[in-house]
């Protein structure tokens, strides 16, 4: 048994159905920790990174999967968390289900409240989570700054990190 990072999004669909209520509360079930939290606009860039192995695989589902966590089909907001404990990932990927809500057991998250888009073909199956140690450090990297994570219990970062100095620029409230 090793503690684990592990990157969730309930994405575009899922915000704008009000479903967070109910996705958190299922996901409460493996009794992990939450290290971050954040509601954001995704961004082309990120969204390009975040899916950049479906770049060469599937092209066609590339594109829409962009437009689709990008909000062009629902919202353009989605809430990104970090969940920390004893097998994380494996915890989380029971209850959210397969990744294609046709073939996802009835009571998982995408089971319940996924659908397929039959003019795009995407799974709109509301909720994203990594599905490896590595693919969970590369997301959380991409979707969460060092200063956004409450370390776990040992006071150690989850990942490795360095101190520089730069210049900041801060937006105020005017």
């Given at each position: 048994?090793?503690?684990?990072?592990?990157?969730?999004?309930?994405?575009?669909?899922?915000?704008?159905?009000?479903?967070?209520?109910?996705?958190?509360?299922?996901?409460?079930?493996?009794?992990?920790?939450?290290?971050?939290?954040?509601?954001?606009?995704?961004?082309?860039?990120l969204a390009e990174k975040h899916y950049e192995e479906l770049k060469n695989k599937k092209p066609k589902i590339f594109a829409e999967t962009l437009k689709y966590i990008c909000g062009e089909y629902h919202t353009p907001r989605v809430l990104a968390m970090i969940y920390y404990g004893e097998n994380a990932i494996e915890k989380i990927r029971k209850i959210i289900g397969d990744t294609n809500p046709e073939e996802a057991i009835p009571t998982t998250i995408r089971g319940r409240y996924g659908r397929i888009n039959s003019k795009t073909e995407i799974f709109e199956n509301c909720i994203h989570a990594s599905d490896s140690p590595e693919n969970a450090e590369k997301e959380i990297k991409l979707w969460f700054s060092p200063d956004e994570i409450v370390c776990p219990e040992n006071g150690k970062n989850i990942y490795p990190t360095s101190t520089e100095l730069q210049e900041i620029k801060l937006e105020k409230w005017a």
């Open positions: 048994m090793v503690n684990q990072s592990c990157l969730v999004l309930i994405k575009p669909d899922g915000l704008l159905k009000s479903l967070t209520g109910n996705i958190i509360s299922a996901l409460s079930e493996t009794k992990l920790k939450i290290l971050g939290a954040k509601i954001l606009s995704v961004k082309k860039d």
